[in-house]
């Protein structure tokens, strides 16, 4: 073959498989895009003053790792947000959006084998694509993991056999969660590292919706938990980025952080096979992370967007807002009939959350959802929301 065997039975990604169910039909209304989640509030007034100050930075390649000022800058952040004493000069590196650092997490890290046996990665079930392809290209066998109603819409690892959590090399969590918005909280973490310690495996937090939150407190981090758990720092690695926080998707910056060995490791695949971000948006990263003030003005957007989310469909049968991130993870009867329905009828435009799912004993559990991304205008949201309860709910 010319590709590997490994990926040749991929499903297709979310969004090609949404354009085969949808294209086909004209939309039956207005056409209100709620599938993707690219923030739409406001980037940062003063991103093109800070571009346009660093542009002669194109000229030169970029540190690897993260320039020292934008490494100092995502020290002082970890230590603000999330409490803890942090050397990003050695425990850090800054990445080209948190994907990257996603899937070359593995890469770099996992083994090939583990007490003999074929290693396993544990992924939250329905969970974001690139875990599953980490997953597959180190050979590792990819567990999924119902994360339901039932369990809080977490992933219960520690329900899984002995012989599952002794392969166990590393298990990705994400909270708040995508799709579904749930916030593990500090049982959750001590549960979680405690069952890492007694099986050793690694815990993998992608933590990108972490700074979009209902309240006034903010989710526990993995970096907190583990520093109070007396977990050793190589256990875990953080994943963070500006995309949702600082409403910049297209700028590509996140870092990951961990133990200064486990860093050291991404950091040398990374000169062998990665490409660094660019200096000058390297420059607006580092006055972003340095920045409260717009994250705290776009959260206080989002709680609007919750408020009126929660009026819209107060009374629906099993409606439950988000904890946190800007997903509505809303119950039907089956997502890809209420997808073509949403669209054909009135001009919704949502994703089946089987698309975000792999079948578990024959049941895929994002079946009996749609995914809804609330990042237009709250107006526009609104009407939006307004018309795809008149036409699934009543």
């Known amino acids: 073959m ?39 509030h406001p980037f940062p007034d003063w991103v093109p003053e800070v571009l346009a100050a660093n542009v002669e930075g ?21 230590g603000r947000r999330y409490g803890v ?28 084998e583990k007490r003999g046996k074929r290693p396993v990665v544990l992924i939250p079930n329905p969970f974001y694509q690139v875990y599953m392809i980490a997953a597959i290209s180190v050979g590792a066998e990819p567990v999924f993991v119902n994360a339901t109603r039932q369990t809080g819409f977490l992933p219960d690892y520690g329900s899984l056999p002995a012989e ?28 979680l590292l405690a069952l890492a310690e007694k099986h050793d495996f690694r815990v993998f937090s992608d933590e990108c919706y972490s700074e979009i939150y209902r309240g006034d407190t903010a989710p526990m981090g993995v970096l907190t938990a583990a520093e109070a758990a007396g977990a050793d720092p190589e256990r875990v690695t953080l994943f963070q980025s500006l995309s949702k926080r600082s409403n910049l998707p297209g700028l590509r910056a996140g870092f990951i952080a961990g133990g200064a060995e486990s860093i050291r490791r ?48 107060a009374g629906v049968p099993g409606y439950a807002g988000p904890d946190g991130g800007f997903f509505l993870w809303l119950p039907v009867e089956d997502g890809e009939a209420a997808a073509l329905k949403l669209w054909t009828e009135a001009g919704v435009r949502v994703l089946p959350g089987a698309y975000f799912g792999q079948p578990v004993d024959g049941e895929n559990p994002g079946k009996h959802y749609i995914r809804v991304a609330m990042v237009a205008p709250k107006d526009e949201m609104a009407a939006a929301l307004m018309r795809l309860r008149g036409c699934l709910y009543e």
């Not at 194109?58 to 970890?78: C, K, Q, T």
């Not at 004493?85 to 090939?112: C, H, I, K, W």
């Not at 994400?174 to 916030?183: K, L, M």
């Not at 409260?292 to 919750?306: G, P, Q």
């Open 2 to 40: 010319i590709f590997p065997e490994r990926f040749s039975n991929l499903p297709a990604y979310a969004f090609p498989r949404l354009r085969a169910l949808l294209d086909p039909h004209p939309a039956g209304g207005p056409v209100a895009n709620m599938t993707i989640g690219e923030p739409k």
């Open 266 to 313: 991404v950091r040398q695949l990374r000169a062998y096979s990665g490409a660094p971000m660019p200096l000058p948006l390297q420059r607006v990263a580092e006055r972003a992370w340095s920045d409260e003030d717009h994250v705290i003005a776009n959260r206080a957007l989002y709680a609007e967007k919750y408020a009126v989310a929660d009026e819209i469909m």
């Open 85 to 112: 004493d942090f050397d990003a000069q050695s425990r850090a590196m800054a990445l080209n959006g948190t994907r990257e650092g996603l899937y070359n997490v593995a890469m770099a890290l996992l083994p090939e």
């Open 58 to 78: 194109f000229a030169s390649y970029p540190p690897n790792d993260g320039s020292p000022e934008l490494l100092d800058a995502i020290s002082g952040w970890v």
């Open 164 to 191: 599952i959590l002794d392969r166990t090399v590393a298990a990705y969590i994400c909270t708040p969660g995508n799709p579904q918005g749930a916030v593990a909280d500090a049982g959750y973490w001590k549960d």
